[in-house]
């Protein structure tokens, strides 16, 4: 499973809770594979209609997070992630995106919006080979779980 991925950095979240929500230049979209709303209903006791809307057209998404007159997570409170143990595989990613090229390899690419990605070691280790592999392995074991 051939891929790339961003070198010379690293990511140190600060909890800023940007990711969770709108901001004046993007308006967000939590979206949720079948297997996410599962895990976070059976953690939040909660039935999936009562945080989803359908996302009709976002496949292999089939939900997206309700949000509260913040424009935030309804999961957000205090900058906090109240169901952070199972929080959905686009949280996971984050600030990453995963994409294919026509050839088949598996694209990793950053957000220029995340303030706790930085170039090189800042505070933290630089992410390398092996912290794409596990995000591209977790991908690949929850994509295989929805339906066809």
């Known amino acids: 499973m051939p891929f790339t ?3 010379d950095i690293s990511f140190d979240c600060s909890k800023c809770g940007l990711c969770c929500g709108d901001t004046t230049k993007k308006v967000r979209h939590v979206l949720l594979l079948k297997s996410d709303a599962e895990r976070i209903a059976t953690y939040t006791n909660r039935k999936v209609d009562t945080f989803v ?3 009709p057209g ?3 998404y089939l939900y997206e997070i309700q949000k509260c007159s913040s424009g935030k997570c309804i999961f957000l409170h205090d900058n906090q992630c109240t ?3 199972v929080r959905p595989l686009i949280c996971r990613f984050y600030p ?3 994409s294919t090229d026509k050839a088949g390899v598996y694209i990793f690419k950053t957000t220029d919006e995340c303030p706790g990605i930085c170039t090189g070691t800042v505070g ?3 992410l390398d080979a092996n912290y794409f592999k596990k995000l591209l392995k977790l991908a690949r074991a929850d994509l295989s779980d ?3």
Request: glycine share 0%; hydrophobic share 30%.
């Open 96 to 98: 990453f995106e995963l």
């Open 83 to 85: 169901v952070y143990d």
């Open 58 to 60: 976002n496949l292999p």
């Open 146 to 148: 929805r339906p066809p």
């Open 53 to 55: 809307t359908e996302a």
């Open 5 to 7: 991925y961003p070198t």
């Open 124 to 126: 933290t280790a630089k």
